[in-house]
């Protein structure tokens, strides 16, 4: 692996967003985690500025920074004011010529689509699922129950509660219509993989490895339908879900448990173009490790369980950002060449 660049040699900028229809308390945990991410980026030696994305025409926020001087450390989970825009924000940053942490805008637009996922895990033999997209509800073919029910191209859990598991015919009629109403948007219908759910992070590109993996612990929870991680499991405190999901790090795992989770997750990592970082979420049932979803711009907030994960590996959080920042550089066209 190359030599890392001197941080001091590198001027970092980090560019985030905050919407604003969000509330008051959803944009100032935002603030407060970029700050945060900046400080850490700062102490470790990093010359480090905060971009806040507040409007769609990313452009204007950049044209004083020349391209050959910074790497962009991308943490824009959304562009504001365009619905599914994370990809255009990536895009936007190609065409102005800059190196970018992160996901390039294809793998990001491909993420969007959940059926084109779906596809190039089977194309690569990677274990997903079983599944199908419906346009209208009524649901004809589908026989294996329980089933989930979700929208094609959300991501962070929109549209998943615990009645997104459905048990038979009915049910699934229902949610599919609630899922094309609600949504305006296909569903995607899965086999609900009834077992043990694990979250785990992949970094790297020429050289890619696994994070400890993180156990989501459903076993507070008898009815079947609670046990998933439903939106509200990950951004409604207090609730049911958010509170008694607990998170096992590093998951129980035998010496073959991790050997093959970490080769589904790898082979996953490479099949859908990720880059620099990503989280796979994951479940087990008899032996077999199946990919629910890819996420090539995962959450690295210092409490998120990619920073865990790295935690648990013995890295800080600066440690984390610093090898993100690393691994941008050396696609960058000048800092690439500078001497450590």
């Keep these: 692996m190359p030599s890392d660049i001197a941080p001091e040699n590198i001027s970092v900028v980090l560019l985030y ?6 509330t008051p308390e959803e944009k100032s945990e935002v603030i407060k985690q970029s700050a945060g991410l900046e400080e850490a980026l700062q102490k470790t030696g990093y010359p480090t500025c905060s ?6 025409d990313i452009g204007s926020y950049l044209r004083e920074l020349d391209p050959e001087k910074h790497i962009i450390f991308n943490w824009c989970e959304d562009l504001p004011g365009v619905k599914h825009g994370e990809w255009l924000v990536a895009k936007k940053l190609e065409e102005m010529g800059y190196t970018f942490t992160g996901a390039d805008s294809a793998a990001l637009a491909l993420a969007q689509d959940k059926q084109r996922i779906k596809m190039i895990l089977e194309q690569a033999s990677v274990p997903t699922p079983a599944w199908r ?46 899922i094309l109403t609600q949504y305006g948007q296909p569903a995607l219908v899965e086999d609900f993989i009834d077992g043990r759910e694990f979250h785990v992070a992949v970094w790297g590109n020429e050289n890619v490895s696994v994070l400890p993996a993180a156990e989501m612990d459903f076993s507070s929870f008898r009815n079947i339908r609670d046990r998933l991680c439903s939106y509200e499991a990950k951004f409604i405190p207090g609730s049911q879900h958010y509170e008694e999901i607990t998170t096992l790090l590093p998951a129980p795992l035998t010496c073959e448990e991790k050997a093959a989770l970490e080769k589904v997750c790898l082979d996953a990592y490479r099949a859908t173009g990720c880059r620099d970082y990503a989280r796979m979420d994951i ?17 690295i907030s210092s409490d998120a369980s990619m920073a865990c994960a790295a935690e648990a590996a013995g890295i800080t959080f600066a440690g984390m950002g610093s090898h993100i920042v690393q691994l941008a550089v050396r696609r960058h066209p000048t800092l690439s060449k500078r001497k450590k």
């Design 283 to 299: 479940r087990l049932r008899n032996n077999v490790f199946y990919v629910l979803d890819v996420n090539p711009n995962a959450d």
């Design 17 to 22: 967003n905050v919407n604003p229809e969000w």
């Design 51 to 56: 971009v806040c994305v507040t409007h769609s």
């Design 133 to 178: 997209i419906f346009n209208t509800p009524d649901g004809q073919g589908w026989t294996i129950f329980p089933a989930i029910v979700k929208p094609q191209s959300e991501h962070c859990s929109a549209g998943i509660t615990p009645e997104s598991v459905v048990l038979n015919q009915n049910d699934l009629k229902e949610r599919i219509s609630f």
